[in-house]
C-alpha cells in the first residue's frame, strides 16, 4: 500500500514538473507576443536591457531570406496592439531598434530595421551583417529630432508610413546616439544622459523637438495618439 502511495506521489510530482518545463519555460525563452505569425518567427531570451525589462532575439524568414534582431519585452503589449489593430499592410516609422520585431512579430513593415554602416562605424552598435541605407537613418533622425512637426510628416510620407512609434527609451537612453548620428551636439538637447525620458533632462532647445513634445504628451498637429503605455506611445500620421 505504501509503495502505491510513493509511487502516486512521484508520479504527481513528475506531472506537475512536466507541466512546469511545458507552460513556464516556454514563457520564460520565448516572447510572448511573437510566436508563429505571417513570418513564424521565433524569440530566444539573451538577457535584459537597461530598464530591466527581459530582451530576446527574434528570427524570421522573410522572402526565403532568415533575418534577426532584438525583441524588447516592453514592446509586448504594443505588437499585440498593432496586430489586432492596424492594417496588415501598415507602415511604422521607428528608430531601427524595434524595426526587426515589428515585421517578424506582427507583418507589418518599418521604415528601418537595421543600422546603417555609417551607425556602426561611429561605434554606435556592434558590427551586423543587415545595414540600412545611412540616408534612410538620417531621415528618421531627423523626424523625431526636428522641431518641425510638417517635416517630419513629408519624411513619414515619404516611406508611405501611416504610424510613428516612439519609446521612453528614445527619449533617454538612446537619445544622444541618434543627435550625434545626425551631427549634433547632444549637450545642446539633453542636460543628462538616463535611461528613459524625463522632462527634466532636455533643453529648451530640446523641449522644442518632436520627439519631446510627443513623449510629454503636448499635441501636435498630424500626429495622433492611438495607443500608449508605460513605455510606447504609437501615433497615426495624416
Excluded: H
Excluded at 534577426?68 to 507602415?91: D, E, H, Q, R
Excluded at 524595434?98 to 507589418?108: A, D, F, L, Q
Excluded at 556602426?120 to 556592434?126: E, W, Y
Amino acid at each position: 500500500m505504501r509503495k502505491i502511495q510513493v509511487l502516486g506521489i512521484v508520479l504527481v510530482v513528475a506531472i506537475i514538473g512536466a507541466t512546469a518545463v511545458y507552460f513556464v519555460i516556454p514563457s520564460l525563452l520565448f516572447g510572448p507576443a511573437c510566436g508563429g505569425g505571417v513570418y513564424n518567427a521565433k524569440t530566444t531570451a539573451i538577457g535584459v536591457d537597461e530598464i530591466g525589462q527581459q530582451l530576446y532575439n527574434v528570427t524570421f524568414t522573410k522572402n526565403r531570406v532568415q533575418e534577426s534582431g532584438l525583441y524588447y519585452g516592453f514592446m509586448s503589449s504594443a505588437l499585440s496592439w498593432i496586430k489586432a489593430n492596424t492594417p496588415s499592410n501598415a507602415v511604422f516609422m521607428t528608430w531601427w531598434d524595434y524595426g526587426k520585431e515589428i515585421v517578424g512579430c506582427t507583418g507589418r513593415s518599418s521604415v528601418i530595421s537595421n543600422p546603417s554602416s555609417r551607425f556602426i562605424a561611429l561605434g554606435f552598435t556592434k558590427n551586423v551583417t543587415e545595414r540600412d541605407p545611412d540616408a534612410y537613418l538620417t531621415d528618421v533622425g531627423t523626424a523625431l529630432f526636428t522641431p518641425n512637426a510638417t517635416a517630419s510628416q513629408a519624411i513619414a510620407e515619404k516611406y508611405d508610413a501611416a504610424y510613428l512609434l516612439i519609446t521612453t527609451e528614445d527619449g533617454g537612453e538612446k537619445a544622444p546616439y541618434i543627435l550625434q548620428y545626425l551631427g549634433l551636439k547632444p549637450s545642446d538637447y539633453l542636460t543628462t544622459n538616463s535611461t528613459t525620458f524625463a522632462a527634466s533632462d532636455w533643453t529648451t532647445l530640446g523641449q522644442q523637438t518632436l520627439i519631446y513634445k510627443l513623449l510629454y504628451g503636448e499635441s501636435v498637429s498630424g500626429f495622433t495618439q492611438v495607443y500608449s503605455d508605460t513605455y510606447v506611445k504609437i501615433f497615426s500620421v495624416s
